[in-house]
């Protein structure tokens, strides 16, 4: 399935496919791919909510509820 979608740094389209053609995606290009990385690197973005330990156990049980009980367990 694919859908019709534009890319974050030069908003050109870019479309959701599998295989070799999707290998940017969410991006139109490598070169937006290293845009993006060096705006990570230089802290453009920022993840402004702060992450108290509900969200985490919150966030860790969507995906893997067994991810929280590893987290918590001490290592034998």
């Given at each position: 399935m694919s859908r019709a979608s534009t890319c974050p740094i030069c908003d050109q389209p870019v479309s959701e496919v599998e295989g070799p053609a999707g290998r940017f995606f969410p991006f139109c290009s490598q070169r937006c791919r290293q845009v993006d990385l060096l705006r990570w690197s230089r802290g453009e973005y920022r993840i402004v909510e702060p992450l108290t330990p509900d969200r985490l156990a919150e966030e860790l049980l969507e995906?893997?509820?067994?991810a929280l009980d590893d987290l918590l367990e001490p290592d034998a």
């Open positions: 995906g893997d509820p067994s």
